[in-house]
Each structure stands twice: as C-alpha cells, then as structure tokens.
Nanobody
Framework: QVQLVESGGGSVQAGGSLRLSCAAS??????MSWFRQTPGKEREGVAA????????YYADSVQGRFTLSQDNDKNLVYLQMNSLKPEDTGMYYC?????????????????????WGQGTQVTVSS
C-alpha cells in the first residue's frame, strides 16, 4: 500500500517561495494531489499530477505560481510554490488515488483519494 510523507513546509513572507515534497512508498501509477486546509474551512485541491504521464492540473488560485514535478527514481512529487500570498497559508496534504489517472473534473475531490499524508504547515505572513 502506498504511504505518503510530506515535508518542506515553513514560514515565509509574502512573495517568498517554498518547495513541498511528497515521498511515496509503494509507488504506483497514481493521481497525486496536493490539498490545503485552514481551520474552519473545507480541504481544497491545489494541484495534481498523474504519475503515469506527468500531466498536471492546478487550481485557478495558484495557476502560474505553483508548479508540480516528479522524480520517479526517488518516488517524490514536488510542489514548487512561488509568489506566495497570505491566503496560501494552511496545512498542506499530499494524497494519492492509487492506480488511477487524474481527471480534470475530479482531481480536486477529496472523496476519490484513498491515501493521505500527515500534512505540512505553510504560513505566509504579509
């Protein structure tokens, strides 16, 4: 079974950058998504990558600022976050829908993901 471990969170000022990593053991062709959550709000999809072909999807709020990439040799998925804004603050979770590709109409739906990491905190100050 796939297990996920996130790292790379931290505190930065607005305009700064962070790179999050998601380490996946038991790696398979999967849709790997990043979600974020703040207290009192629902978990929202940020970006997703299909490991099989590297296809990516982004939420409108992060398009052009965040970039997903993968290192298949190391079983890692990276989320490069640039031009960070205070509204990007939250707990970021990596999630996997094992054995299935991402779809434009569902990569952001929490219900389709069966494996979750423990989360890593991102705080952006103004």
């Amino acid at each position: 079974q796939v297990q996920l471990v996130e790292s790379g969170g931290g505190s930065v000022q607005a305009g700064g950058s962070l790179r999050l990593s998601c380490a996946a053991s038991g790696y398979t062709d999967s849709c790997m998504s990043w979600f974020r959550q703040t207290p009192g709000k629902e978990r929202e999809g940020v970006a997703a990558i299909y490991v099989g072909d590297g296809g990516t999807y982004y939420a409108d709020s992060v398009q052009g600022r965040f970039t997903l990439s993968q290192d298949n040799d190391k079983n890692l998925v990276y989320l490069q976050m640039n031009s960070l804004k205070p509204e990007d603050t939250g707990m970021y979770y990596c999630a996997a829908d094992t054995g299935r590709p991402c779809y434009s109409y569902s990569w952001f739906l929490t219900v389709r993901f069966d494996v979750w990491g423990q989360g890593t905190q991102v705080t952006v100050s103004s």
